[in-house]
């Protein structure tokens, strides 16, 4: 490899300047065709219309009888039965002037009738039943094509295909569907301090965490990890490493990313004509943060610290990827909460603070989880947002209100709302 230097960037830029730079490098991946049990969490790649009606006739919200209103316009009424409908057979026999069909849930109305009586409302007779409540025209019909009829839209392209929407595919008849293809995400970690979590010695070597958070946190989202392990701090092994990641559609590397004379990241995507498109943001955690694009794929270099790694991940890379699963919607939900302790920082920098949310007199109320730095992955664990602290605060006292992002709720919004 040749060890050129790169001279590190001294401009940092701002964190929304950096979400727009890297989702302009977001596009939507090309479609494939999956059947009904295979595209639950998908994301449509077409505009699917109903082409059937639903119900497919008038039939029966109750079980009991289908009769004709005038007939039971006063009771109590004496009617002949002349057919039982079980739900999912058509009558052959209408009812005519002083008859009754006994029916079930579902089942088709009758020709001839145009109501149905509830069983509560009626009294068995021999060959027939008796009537103790009168009925409109159309009391508990469902009318043919109340749900929907042909033409009617079902849903666009860009939709997410949660579980209600899965089921209207299966009843207007589809057995597959075309949906935005799953990015397959190489991960990878470089440090020599690094190890997996089955040879943790005591021997000063800590474990690679973000492996294992960054491909939860795919998995989360239906990206497909590639785990490429964990590379020593030398270029030529880096480089090896990286040429495997390009294979995969968008790669994520940690560590490596900072000033020191032992990182290499950027160094090794120069060589392989990556162009580093921005690094360094002014946020903290996650401030050291290369994005490159190589062979047309997005590579993020993210921050060795565990914290610094999730919150990144969380502004940038988790957008990005569900951009290009076709999600038109692909930040997490933000509300306002009040902080509930004084939080003081240097001005210059966004903060993310990990915070645990509490609701009280209609109003959700923010503690932070304990020590904020980026190391401290405990912090994480308890957080259910991220309390968003403007780059030029110095300070914010307890009992004012702050933009908190939802990081437990998997809802999207179009803008992020910060």
Known sequence: MTQARIRPQRQSITVSEARELVLASAHPLPSETVGLTECPGRVLAEDVAADISIPPADNSAMDGFAVRAADVSEVPAELRVVDDLPAGRESRKPVGAGEAARIMTGAAIPEGADAVVMIEDTEPLAGGVRILATAEPGQHVRRAGSDVSPGTPIASAGDALRPALVGMLAAIGRTAVRVRQRPTVAVLATGDELVEPDRLRDDGRIV?????????????????????????????????????????????????????????????????GGEMRLWRVRMRPGAPLAFVV??????????????????AFEQFVRPVLLRMMGHRRVFRPVASAILERDYRKPAGRMHFVRVSLSERDGRLHATPTGDQASNILLSMVRADALAIVDAEATRVAAGTPVPVQLILRDDLREDPGF
């Open 208 to 272: 690679s965490s973000n492996s294992y958070n960054l491909q939860a946190a795919l998995k989360e989202i239906g990206a497909r990890p590639v785990y490429l392990g964990i590379s020593p701090d030398e270029p030529d092994r880096i480089e090896d490493r990286f040429r495997q990641a390009l294979r995969c559609d968008v790669v994520i590397s940690t560590g490596g990313v900072s000033v020191g004379d032992r990182d290499w990241i950027k160094q090794v995507l120069a060589g392989l």
């Open 294 to 311: 190589a062979e047309e794929r997005p590579v993020f270099g993210l921050p060795g610290n565990p914290v610094s790694t999730l919150v």
